[in-house]
């Protein structure tokens, strides 16, 4: 079906404004600006920016923003009173595109316990407010407050004086996340009955927080009912348990496009890195198993899951992780993999192995993977060196010496012995690990690039053994290495040679293809 034929749904991200009321989820103006450049490169249609009436520094973020994000609409956020109006006017000044977002409490709850207002009273602000607002604002948001517990008729008559007054997007929400699908998706239904031109020359707006755990669910209910703008954030973060996921609507739409017959203009590639930017920013962990960017959305340890995504990658995932910006999926090794999951790491890693070596390694894979609940690249290099091959030794460490002086850069003397040949480098570095792998440098004339370094107690107490792990990369290949000493310089010096051992005996294979 053609994308033009479809019916398009507009994303309103609005993770800088309902998202940082998150606790602790504060952001600084810069910190903002930096989130909304991301959102702009994610090809969202509007960007809530804040709440310019609340604080100095909330008015300069929205300013910020304003006069620096230029392809989003941008939005602020204002009560019903003239005050927070003119803020946003003055925020908004230089924005390219700008709209004003005003909202005011509905529910007879809110009515009666928060606002103290008879119906006519809130009829009367909605009018009013809106309808002075237009001498600032072509384009005007109204979002009657608690909207899924206002009562029906009274709702469509907040939502025409709405749009008589001259709002151009009505938004309903779920503000305490109290609505469950079917009932949501009714309510919009019966909004776009009611009120000709919802979802169409009014744009038809839902709001949905995640108190139950719908939001998604009622924010797609709505679009399938007839809402064609859905407010979200990334990663789902907002008030009490969040918002509707901004990376959950978006994909569910492009993975189930048939039904649902709508499309967004996002860019999903730039999902994964707008998450992390987020979550780096706030502060707020991504839970592993949350959908689309979560550790473990694309990640699979059972052995029948491991099995069908290496043979086909759709028998497990719907969705193609280099569409929301990954490289691929992650298989996890542990006691639940099988055989081809083992020996297509092993592949990876650079072995050729006969099916009998296969077959042995992966049985001592198995014990190991009983003792421990991740079995990383290290650990099967070393079973595969201990139970199946032996390194040569080209090179071997005879003799290491580091010195290190105030005010001096780091030394090391390093002599390495390759058969009856003993030779002898000294080279500064940065700190004495660099200054040792200078020296190996020196006397191999092997040139590597280290990508990895890792160390880790293997030992308890003051004589602990420590094992350095490490990857180089020379000519477009990476190995690994691994070395064990209570001199964690020494440790570091036998991983090194060990991974260049490895080169030198020519152990890898071609690089396999990505599955």
């Given amino acids: 079906m053609a994308k033009e034929k479809r019916r398009k749904i507009y994303i309103f991200d609005t993770t800088l404004r309902d998202g940082e009321q998150s606790p602790g989820a504060s952001l600084t103006p810069d910190e903002k600006l930096k989130i909304a450049k991301q959102l702009e490169k994610l090809n969202v249609d509007i960007i809530e920016a804040g709440f310019p009436v609340s604080s100095p520094g909330e008015m300069r973020a929205v300013q910020l923003i304003s006069a620096t994000v230029t392809r989003p609409v941008i939005c602020g956020l204002a009560r019903m009173v003239p005050k927070d109006i003119d803020a946003c006017r003055i925020a908004l000044e230089r924005a390219k595109k700008k709209r004003l977002h005003v909202f005011l409490a509905t529910s007879q709850i809110h009515r009666e316990y928060k606002l103290h207002k008879k119906k006519e009273e809130i009829l009367d602000l909605v009018a009013k407010n809106i309808k002075s607002a237009t001498k600032d604002f072509k384009d005007i948001e109204f979002s009657p407050e608690d909207a ?128 992390r930017l987020v979550s780096h920013l706030t502060g707020m962990v991504v839970q592993p198993n949350k959908a689309i960017v979560g550790r473990n959305a694309f990640s699979h340890e059972s052995g029948i899951h491991q099995d069908g995504v290496l043979k086909k990658r759709i028998t497990y995932e719907i969705i193609d992780p280099k569409k929301v910006g990954l490289s691929g999926s992650q298989i996890i090794l542990g006691k639940l993999s099988g055989r ?139 190995v690994t290495g691994r070395g064990a000493s209570t001199d964690i310089i020494e440790a570091s010096v036998k991983a090194y040679l060990f991974a260049l051992n490895k080169i030198c005996a020519n152990m890898w294979g071609p690089k396999p293809s990505p599955v």
């Fill in 148 to 275: 899924a517990r206002t009562e029906r008729d009274f709702l469509v008559d907040a939502v025409r004086a709405a749009v008589n007054a001259g709002a151009t997007v009505v938004n309903i929400p779920d503000t305490v996340g109290y609505a469950i699908p079917q009932e949501f998706g009714d309510l919009i239904a019966h909004l776009v009955k009611k009120v000709p031109g919802l979802g169409k020359k009014v744009t038809l707006s839902v709001h949905c927080h995640n108190d139950l755990g719908l939001a998604t669910a009622n924010s797609l209910a709505a679009v399938l009912a007839g809402a064609n703008q859905v407010e979200c954030t990334i990663n789902g973060i907002g008030e009490r348990a969040g918002n509707a996921s901004m990376e959950e609507i978006v994909m569910a739409i492009d993975t189930r496009r048939n039904l649902v017959d709508c499309y967004t203009d996002i860019r999903t590639e730039e999902i994964t890195k707008t998450s």
């Fill in 340 to 478: 081809h999951a083992f020996s297509e790491r092993v592949k990876k890693l650079g072995y050729k192995l006969g099916e009998a070596d296969i077959d042995r390694a992966f049985d001592r894979f198995k014990k190991i993977a009983d003792q421990k609940k991740y079995v990383f690249d290290e650990d099967i290099e070393a079973l595969i060196q201990d139970e199946i091959t032996e390194i040569p030794e080209t090179w071997k460490l005879e003799y290491l010496k580091t010195t290190s002086e105030s005010g001096k850069p780091p030394e090391a003397i390093l002599k390495l012995r390759r058969n009856k040949e003993l030779l002898q480098a000294t080279s500064q570095g940065d700190g004495p690990v660099d200054a040792c792998y200078k020296a190996i440098e020196s006397i191999t004339k092997l040139k590597a690039k280290l990508t990895h370094y890792a160390i880790q107690s293997v030992t308890g107490g003051k004589d602990a053994l420590g094992e350095v792990s490490v990857k180089i990369q020379i000519e477009g290949k990476e």
